[in-house]
């Protein structure tokens, strides 16, 4: 019986049953993005994998030089950032939000500053840095706002008897 409840094909075929035409719409969509990311995701593995077998076998791969550090963390990062934003899509589709949660959003455009952080030209000009040290910080911030808030409203919650 445990199995039963814990099954998500099954979830998923009761939930559908009781959605309105716009949250089946919005269903498909995210089903169907989080296809198309995961198709992403497995083609850039592939030609990142491609790309550092080349580096170490052929082209005798030197860590220390910093133009291939940026090449191949800057598409590592791209990787990772697509794989969060796919997660936070197959949250969506499984129902566990009903949208694309503000936290999962800025969490992605901080991943996204740290990728460019990783993969910037040393002779960048001192405003550019700047900026993007400015826009990482108000995002942030922002993000620990917002997890604060919803710490609060945890411990608020009424708490159902052990």
Same mark, same amino acid.
């Given at each position: 019986m445990k199995s039963e409840r814990l099954n998500p094909f099954r979830l998923f075929r009761d939930q559908w049953a009781v959605m309105s035409f716009y949250e089946r719409f919005e269903q498909v969509v995210a089903l169907v993005l989080s296809a198309v990311i995961a198709v992403i995701i497995v083609v850039s593995l592939i030609q990142l994998i491609s790309i550092v077998f080349?580096? $170490? &076998?052929?082209?005798?791969?030197?860590?220390?030089?910093?133009?291939?550090?940026? +090449?191949?963390?800057g598409m590592i990062m791209t990787l990772l950032i697509a794989m969060e934003f796919k997660h936070s899509i197959?949250?969506?589709?499984?129902?566990?939000?009903?949208?694309?949660?503000?936290?999962?959003?800025?969490?992605?455009? $901080? &991943?996204a500053l740290a990728r460019k952080f990783v993969i910037l030209?040393?002779?960048? +000009?001192p405003g550019k840095i700047a900026a993007l040290a400015g826009a990482t910080l108000a995002l942030?911030?922002?993000?620990w706002l917002l997890r604060e808030r919803d710490d609060r409203v945890t411990e608020e919650a009424p708490r159902e008897p052990s």
């Open positions: 080349t580096l $170490l &076998i052929i082209e005798a791969f030197n860590p220390l030089d910093h133009k291939v550090f940026q +090449s191949v963390f197959v949250r969506l589709a499984l129902r566990r939000d009903s949208i694309i949660q503000v936290k999962t959003v800025i969490l992605i455009a $901080l &991943i030209d040393p002779d960048v +000009s942030g911030a922002t993000y």
